[in-house]
Every structure is written in C-alpha cells, then in structure tokens.
C-alpha cells in the first residue's frame, strides 16, 4: 500500500469521526492530553485485537482509527515541522531532562 492510499484511509476515518459530531465533548476540542489518552487505548484495543483475533485485519483497523486520532490532534494543535539536525538522541535527551 502507498502512501497516498494510506492518507485516502486516514482522511476517510477522519471524516467518519467528524460525522459522529461532538457530542462527548459538548462541542469542545478535544486537550491534547484526551487526544493521547484516545491513543493510548486505542493502541491498547490494537494489541488485544491482535492477540485475541486470528489474523491482523481487526488490528489494522485499529490502527487506521490510531492515524486518525493523531490526525485531528495535529489539526487541534498546530504541530512544528521536523527540526532539521535534530537526532532521535537529542530529542530523548530533551523529553527526559
């Protein structure tokens, strides 16, 4: 699967989301910490899905609503580029300082 295909399915659960309207959160954007928390137990479903399905297509569906989430959060919060230089080591350094 390309990449465009995956951002096609990704933008399809997003508008799946957006048609289930706002009704948990009385029309409020999500925080960002209810964003993660969201992530958190759907990776979470992921991984019993996984475990307790034969075969991976329930797994990936999850997944597919994980993409989604992270998707609306980014749209919620305007998230900064990719710092160019930076390493993996200097942005683990950074978070456990």
């Known amino acids: 699967m390309d990449r465009k295909d995956v951002y096609e399915l990704i933008d399809g659960e997003r508008d799946y989301q957006d048609a289930l309207g706002n009704d948990r ?34 797994t990936r569906e999850m997944v597919r609503k994980v993409g989604a989430i992270a998707v609306r959060c980014m749209e919620n919060y305007p998230t900064p580029p990719r710092a160019r230089g930076r390493t993996q080591t200097d942005i683990y350094m950074a978070l456990h300082l």
């Not at 409020?28 to 307790?52: G, N, P």
């Open 25 to 58: 959160t009385d029309g409020k954007v999500r925080s960002i910490c209810e964003e993660l928390v969201l992530l958190q137990v759907y990776i979470q479903r992921a991984l019993e899905v996984w475990t307790d399905t034969p075969g991976d297509t329930e």
